[in-house]
């Protein structure tokens, strides 16, 4: 479904990709493991667009995506969850629904693809009238999965689902990830809790300073003993 080639990318100076390589394959979970600053998330943004690489190519579903503006990844079938949610905090939780479907016309497809939402996120159907910003950390990450799944996506990235939410919230964010995998979803995860992140995908790659180091199955790189010492410690 996804394979990036040889992918270099900057941030000015900085040379954040170095000749990355990577495949996600339909109906996966694949997780990208790294420390802060290794490029996980410029991975992420090389993918939907917000970064162009210098070299190298993105292609999706064999389509070279590699120069193409956001919005149109976004209606090819790519949604991305950035680090930090970014829902839009004065728009009402419905309002940012409707944002994730902001091609879609037909009133009947908004609506069951909200029905779908309110199924993995009960607790969003409460609070359709309030604010986005006034909503807890974890509510706010339900709703941002929540708006990336009203574009019915093929392939779903997440950046740091988990990041700042109390271990319970966390739990459930990891159960909704796995059963939409699932239902069929194909999930490119990019995850601070490296030990969590494993045990749930199929297949894990390790970045390093914008490198892959290592790949592997998920369980085969969850019992590594280098990747336990480094990112499961």
């Given at each position: 479904?996804?394979?990036l080639v040889?992918?270099h990318?900057y941030?000015?100076?900085i040379?954040a990709?170095k000749?990355?390589?990577?495949?996600?394959?339909k109906g996966e979970i694949v997780?990208?493991i790294?420390?802060?600053g290794?490029?996980?998330?410029?991975?992420?943004?090389?993918i939907?667009?917000q970064v162009?690489?210098?070299t190298?190519?993105?292609?999706?579903?064999?389509?070279?995506?590699?120069?193409?503006?956001p919005?149109?990844t976004a209606?090819s079938?790519?949604a991305?969850?950035?680090?930090?949610?970014?829902?839009?905090p004065?728009?009402?939780v419905?309002?940012n629904?409707?944002m994730?479907?902001?091609s879609?016309k037909?009133?009947?497809?908004?609506?069951?693809?909200?029905?779908?939402?309110?199924h993995?996120?009960?607790?969003?159907?409460?609070?359709?009238s309030?604010?986005?910003g006034?909503?807890?950390?974890?509510?706010q990450?339900?709703?941002?999965?929540?708006?990336a799944l009203m574009?019915?996506?093929?392939?779903l990235?997440?950046d740091?689902?988990?990041?700042?939410?109390?271990?319970?919230?966390?739990?459930q964010?990891?159960?909704i990830?796995?059963?939409?995998?699932?239902?069929?979803m194909?999930?490119l995860l990019?995850?601070?809790?490296?030990?969590?992140?494993?045990?749930?995908a199929?297949r894990g790659?390790?970045?390093?300073t914008?490198?892959?180091?290592?790949?592997g199955?998920?369980k085969e790189?969850i019992?590594?003993?280098?990747?336990?010492?480094a990112?499961?410690?």
């Amino acid at each position: 479904m996804l394979q990036l080639v040889d992918v270099h990318a900057y941030y000015g100076g900085i040379h954040a990709l170095k000749g990355l390589n990577m495949t996600v394959e339909k109906g996966e979970i694949v997780t990208l493991i790294g420390s802060n600053g290794a490029g996980k998330s410029t991975t992420l943004k090389t993918i939907s667009g917000q970064v162009i690489p210098k070299t190298g190519k993105v292609l999706f579903h064999g389509g070279d995506i590699t120069k193409q503006p956001p919005h149109l990844t976004a209606l090819s079938g790519v949604a991305h969850v950035p680090e930090g949610r970014r829902i839009f905090p004065r728009l009402t939780v419905l309002e940012n629904l409707e944002m994730g479907a902001f091609s879609v016309k037909d009133k009947k497809i908004i609506k069951d693809r909200m029905e779908r939402v309110f199924h993995y996120f009960p607790r969003i159907k409460e609070r359709l009238s309030q604010k986005g910003g006034t909503m807890s950390g974890g509510e706010q990450q339900m709703l941002a999965i929540g708006r990336a799944l009203m574009s019915q996506p093929d392939l779903l990235m997440l950046d740091e689902p988990s990041m700042g939410l109390a271990p319970i919230v966390v739990e459930q964010i990891f159960e909704i990830i796995t059963e939409l995998n699932k239902e069929g979803m194909t999930i490119l995860l990019v995850e601070q809790n490296a030990y969590q992140a494993l045990q749930i995908a199929h297949r894990g790659y390790i970045i390093q300073t914008g490198e892959i180091k290592m790949a592997g199955l998920g369980k085969e790189l969850i019992n590594d003993d280098i990747v336990k010492e480094a990112y499961l410690a």
